[in-house]
């Protein structure tokens, strides 16, 4: 069903492994451990997935 989701919001590759992380609790810092980046890609990701119109209609 996520995965249903993450492709009708046309998410990256990117975005889709991080909403999964996020999906299971992991902290944005934990994540960018995880994935060798920055937190800072990471909340860029993570505003570029609540951002999506798909996303926010749904959440209203």
């Known amino acids: ?3 249903n989701e993450c ?3 046309e ?3 990117a ?3 991080v909403a999964w992380f996020l999906l299971k ?3 944005t810092s934990g994540i960018a451990a995880l994935r ?3 937190e800072g890609t990471i909340n860029a990701q993570f505003t570029a997935i609540i951002a999506r119109p798909e996303s ?3 959440h209203n």
């Open 11 to 13: 998410l990256t590759v």
């Open 36 to 38: 060798n980046t920055r």
């Open 15 to 17: 975005e889709t492994e």
């Open 1 to 3: 069903m996520v995965s």
């Open 7 to 9: 492709d009708s919001l």
């Open 25 to 27: 609790g992991r902290s």
């Open 56 to 58: 926010a209609a749904k």
